[in-house]
């Protein structure tokens, strides 16, 4: 098992940034590769970012891509999600998922476990 809580979000004012974190506690961390999903209401989740277990690989949707960046600190088991230039498009709520595979998370959309999400609220 592996437990994630996602942490960063908030009110922020279009053209801002913001940094989520994913936290995991469990299982060996370094092992799974970290996604970052998003989603609206009435809408599907969306694949945001995601990074692999060794942290060399990082992919992002080309909504994001230009203005985010995914990292991890396996010592302190956390990935961190920094996006710049928010938009207010960007308002949603923040999922991270933990994989070992990084195309199951950001083709499939899927992931073995996932943490409770975090709003980020973009104001224009």
């Known amino acids: 098992q592996v437990q994630l809580e996602e942490s960063g979000g908030g009110l922020v004012q279009a053209g801002g940034s913001l940094r989520l974190s994913c936290t995991a506690s469990g299982r060996t961390f370094s092992n799974y590769g970290i996604g970052w999903f998003r989603q609206v209401p009435g809408k599907e989740r969306e694949f945001v970012a995601a990074?692999?277990?060794?942290?060399?690989?990082?992919y992002y949707a080309d909504s994001v891509k230009g203005r985010s960046t995914i990292s991890r600190d396996d010592a302190m088991n956390t990935v961190y999600l920094q996006i710049d230039s928010l938009k207010t498009e960007d308002t949603a709520v923040y999922y991270c998922?933990?994989?070992?595979?990084?195309?199951?998370?950001?083709?499939?959309?899927?992931?073995?476990?996932w943490g409770q999400g975090t709003q980020v609220t973009v104001s224009s």
């Open positions: 990074i692999s277990w060794s942290g060399k690989n990082t």
């Open positions: 998922a933990a994989d070992p595979s990084t195309t199951r998370m950001r083709v499939g959309g899927r992931g073995d476990y």
